[in-house]
């Protein structure tokens, strides 16, 4: 639910300002009320909706500094989380990632067909693996409940994107996945955390370029300068 909901706002389905009820979502979803608020709440923890005493829940405006900001937090919480894992990660998974890689490296990206899903798929399986090896629970649970927000960045960004452009984005994560796969088979941790780093960076302008109103990028690249 709460991944329906996140692409319904970043689609455009559901604006700022829009009021969702439980008993709507109740009836959208088939079920109780209790999974509903259950979602909301955790809607409302990664700042996607305000819960207002007596108004419910409302949408808020996500801003490209907001993205800007979650994504520094990201960024913290995943190199580190990449640096201790690096040597606690069984060899044969991390072969296998890098043949998987590999493998789509080689095959032309097609968006319309399943190139998008089996990416997605190896990515995801990468950041997960990461995450259940660094060692760390409380790192380990906060990386699993924000990825859920940024897995909904990705998957939507691929749907509002022109084509090529989407294969040209799925060439470069292929690639930088890469990385971060051989820098862990090298037993390098300063390797892998920067090769983390590089990617979240690249993945945020992304986002901020195919999710937000023109307005909003041109906000964070006024600030991005005044910071520079």
Request: hydrophobic share 45%; aromatic share 4%.
């Amino acid at each position: 639910m709460v991944k329906s909901l996140l692409g319904d706002v970043f689609s455009g389905r559901v604006r700022a300002g829009d009021h969702l009820t439980t008993q709507d979502l109740a009836d959208r979803f088939g079920v109780s009320h209790t999974p509903v608020r259950e979602a909301l709440i955790a809607l409302a923890g990664i700042g996607v909706i305000d819960l207002l005493p007596n108004r419910g829940a409302v949408v808020r405006r996500v801003t490209a500094a907001e993205v800007h900001e979650v994504c520094q937090v990201r960024r913290a919480l995943e190199c580190e989380a990449t640096r201790s894992a690096c040597g606690r990660i069984e060899l044969a998974e991390l072969h296998a990632l890098a043949d998987d890689l590999k493998r789509m490296m080689a095959v032309k990206p097609r968006p319309g067909t399943r190139f998008i899903e089996q990416a997605r798929a190896i990515a995801s399986r990468l950041h997960d693996l990461i995450a259940d090896s660094c060692g760390n629970s409380f790192l380990a649970k906060e990386l699993n409940r924000l990825k859920t927000l940024f897995r909904a960045f990705r998957d939507v960004s691929y749907t509002r994107d022109e084509p090529e452009q989407v294969a040209r984005r799925l060439r470069i994560e292929i690639g930088e996945h890469t990385a971060i796969v051989d820098a862990l088979l090298a037993g390098d941790r300063k390797a892998a955390g920067l090769a983390m780093s590089r990617h979240i960076q690249s993945a945020v302008a992304h986002w901020i370029r195919t999710l937000l109103e023109p307005g909003d990028e041109a906000h964070q690249l006024k600030e991005n300068h005044r910071s520079a």
